[in-house]
Every structure is written in C-alpha cells, then in structure tokens.
Nanobody, 121 residues
Framework: QVHVVESGGGLVQPGGSLRLSCTASGRIFSINDMGWYRRAPGKERELVAT???????VYTDSVKGRFTISRDNAKNTVYLQMDKLQPEDTDVHYCNAKIVTWRWGSSNDYWGQGTQVTVSS
C-alpha cells in the first residue's frame, strides 16, 4: 500500500510565501514524476508544476518566476516553494506521484488528500 501526504498549506497575505511538502511512503520500488496540481471551486484540476526524478521541471505559465518545485529522492518528497502569492492562487493543492510498486510493474498515479492555500488580506 502507498500513502501520499501533503503539508504546508494555510493562510497568507498577498505577496507572501508558503512552502508545500509531499511525502510518499509504503510499498515503493521507484517514483517517476512528482508534481502539484490545484483546483479552484467549480473548476477542473489543473497542473501547477511537475518534476522528473532527474530534476527537470515544468511549470504552468501563471506561476513561472514565482513558484519553484524541487524534490529529495532519498526522502520520496517533493516541495513547492510559492513566492509572491496572489489571491488568484487560492486553491486546494494536490500532490501527485507516479509510483512503481514492484520491479517489473508500470507506474500508477497516487494522489494526496489536498491542502488548502488561501491568499487574502
């Protein structure tokens, strides 16, 4: 069994910063891409940023230059440093990990429970 757990959300003023963390644990052989997605009320879940096991990152246009994704492979953990936050960044943020659970298997998507990020004065 695999668990994906996020932490680090909360309330911050416009222009402030937050750092999200996400750790995968359990029966893990390897992890391919890890990433962050977000969903505003009434909208579809959308990509924020992803990072490969080798450290190559992709960002959605609206967060480029403000957010930084990183990962610690030894800890099965991915981070999202969010700077210069704006009210439109208010969303539930979800962690995704593409995890291989045994040597000859393919990867499957595992999701965290979501963490609320609220940007408001």
């Amino acid at each position: 069994q695999v668990h994906v757990v996020e932490s680090g959300g909360g309330l911050v003023q416009p222009g402030g910063s937050l750092r999200l963390s996400c750790t995968a644990s359990g029966r893990i052989f390897s992890i391919n891409d890890m990433g962050w997605y977000r969903r505003a009320p009434g909208k579809e879940r959308e990509l924020v940023a992803t990072i490969t096991s080798g450290g190559s990152a992709v960002y959605t246009d609206s967060v480029k230059g403000r957010f930084t994704i990183s990962r610690d492979n030894a800890k099965n953990t991915v981070y999202l440093q969010m700077d210069k936050l704006q009210p439109e960044d208010t969303d539930v943020h979800y962690c995704n990990a593409k995890i291989v659970t045994w040597r000859w298997g393919s990867s499957n998507d595992y999701w965290g429970q979501g963490t609320q990020v609220t940007v408001s004065s």
